[in-house]
């Protein structure tokens, strides 16, 4: 039984997060609101801190991603673009876009969020969670490539994505101490009892 509410709970929490974004049709700087919410909620007992302190700081933590994500992309535009100019590289607008999107939205947001968020949890610190994080954001980076549906009315929209894959990655992370003990109990061979006569 345990182990099902685990299982529901690494799977359906990020459906969940999206779920209520896509039906209420929020805006976009609630995302990081919703998004700290679910996941504190859904981990309140392995906070490292009491639980109004735990949801205030994932809140705060999710609005300073988001906003390092949101303005980084100006940023890193502008940038690209002057390092274009300087070189006399003439690659079109839409390469400006698309990288500067990608690194300040696919790259260092949710590397930040999943790196911020983690601080919050208990037992978290370990080999295990950084290979998460990069894998999470190795992928997302990924799916980013193939994804460029930007329609909100699209449940898999590249925002709504965002948050799918980034909470199932905390969740791994924020979980995974629980996840390791169901795997080493169902590996462990019952002993066999010797019987004498």
């Not at 906070?47 to 949801?55: N, S, T």
């Not at 400006?96 to 947001?109: N, P, R």
């Not at 994080?133 to 980013?144: D, E, G, H, N, Y």
Request: with cysteine; aromatic share 18%; proline share 3%.
């Amino acid at each position: 039984m345990e182990s099902l509410k685990l299982i529901l709970k690494l799977i359906l929490t990020p459906f969940l997060s999206v779920s209520i974004l896509f039906f209420t049709e929020s805006s976009l700087f609630l995302y990081p609101l919703i998004f700290s919410i679910i996941l504190s909620l859904s981990n309140y007992n392995l906070f490292r801190f009491d639980l109004p302190i735990g949801i205030l700081l994932g809140i705060i933590y999710s609005y300073i991603a988001f906003f390092v994500g949101y303005f980084g992309y100006a940023v890193f535009y502008k940038a690209i673009e002057l390092i274009g100019i300087v070189n006399d590289i003439t690659i079109g607008e839409w390469f400006y876009t698309d990288l500067a999107f990608c690194i300040a939205v696919f790259i260092i947001a949710p590397y930040l969020t999943m790196y911020l968020q983690k601080l919050l949890f208990k037992s978290t610190k370990t080999k295990l969670t950084y290979w998460i994080i990069s894998i999470t954001t190795f992928v997302f980076v990924m799916i980013s490539f193939v994804n460029s549906d930007q329609d909100v009315k699209n449940f898999f929209n590249i925002m709504n994505l965002w948050q799918l894959i980034i909470m199932f990655g905390l969740q791994l992370v924020i979980n995974q101490k629980v996840i390791s003990g169901k795997l080493k109990s169902g590996n462990e061979k019952p002993a066999h009892n010797t019987v004498y006569n």
